[in-house]
């Protein structure tokens, strides 16, 4: 079983009680964020996240999409069409799609030192007390 912080799926079930779209923008293989999408009940289809082609139903090493750094904000104007009123973001290279937001933004920290993006974070930490962002440590 994925790591899930309790506080951010009980965040997310509220902004679906509250009738917000809810979507996913990631670096991460879209197909594999799919499965954890469904613990905090995202449709897959509001997942935005890389892919690859296909030939003949296998993975190709061909990249397809890759909603990464400054490109995620791209892809949402491309798929979603609006900026975001509420963004977060656990990475220093989520910085770009967290200015787009046009009321709130978290930044998310839960590597510890020992963690491949710890280095990454504590920046996104750093820029997030410069914006005046909230930050939340799991």
Not at 76 to 91: D, H, R, V
Not at 118 to 137: G, T
Request: aromatic share 12%; hydrophobic share 40%.
């Amino acid at each position: 079983k994925q790591k899930i912080f309790q506080p951010m799926q009980q965040l997310v079930q509220h902004f679906h009680e509250s009738g917000f779209e809810v979507w996913i923008v990631t670096a991460s293989m879209k197909w594999l964020v799919e499965i954890a999408a469904k613990d905090f009940s995202i449709p897959k289809e509001r997942v935005i996240g890389a892919t690859v082609y296909l030939n003949n139903g296998i993975l190709t090493n061909r990249i397809e999409q890759l909603p990464f750094r400054e490109t995620k904000v791209n892809y949402m104007q491309k798929i979603i069409g609006e900026s975001p009123l509420f963004a977060a973001g656990n990475t220093f290279w989520d910085k770009d799609m967290l200015y787009t937001a046009t009321e709130l933004v978290l930044a998310v920290c839960s590597e510890d030192s020992t963690g491949p993006n710890f280095e990454s974070e504590q920046k996104l930490k750093e820029l997030a007390i410069k914006e005046n962002w909230l930050i939340q440590k799991f």
